[in-house]
């Protein structure tokens, strides 16, 4: 399993970014995929997480109206929209896979990270 992450970087708040996370070695459109994310001295975080199919995506309450989680099962590939970005959104995104689709928070594979900074 190899998941590797793009997008990240400097947005002034209010600002905008989209990540990407191009996953490979598994069966990408059966398996949930998620965001999480880790900022420095805090433990990490769910952002968003969304089935194989699409359908259902979850949100952390505090990105929830802000964030939208998206996949494109054709390119084997996750999205993180982040709009109306805050300074307490800064930390290193992370993407997850899992194969279980009875569990929603609980990840086995994870991406190395973007980092996103929200300064002006």
């Known amino acids: 399993v190899q998941l590797v992450e793009s997008g990240g970087g400097l947005v002034q708040p209010g600002g905008s970014l989209r990540l990407s996370c191009a996953a490979s070695?598994?069966?990408?459109?059966?398996?949930?995929m998620g965001w999480f994310r880790q900022a420095p001295g805090k433990d990490r975080e769910f952002v968003a997480g969304?089935?194989?199919?699409?359908?259902?995506?979850y949100y952390a309450d505090s990105v929830k109206g802000r964030f939208t989680i998206s996949r494109d099962n054709a390119k084997n590939t996750v999205y993180l929209q982040m709009n109306s970005l805050k300074p307490e959104d800064t930390a290193v995104y992370s993407c997850?896979?899992?194969?279980?689709?009875?569990?929603?928070?609980?990840?086995?594979?994870w991406g190395q990270g973007t980092q996103v900074t929200v300064s002006s």
């Open positions: 997850a896979a899992d194969s279980r689709y009875y569990t929603a928070y609980e990840y086995n594979y």
């Open positions: 969304i089935t194989g199919t699409g359908g259902n995506p």
């Open positions: 070695g598994f069966t990408f459109s059966t398996w949930k």
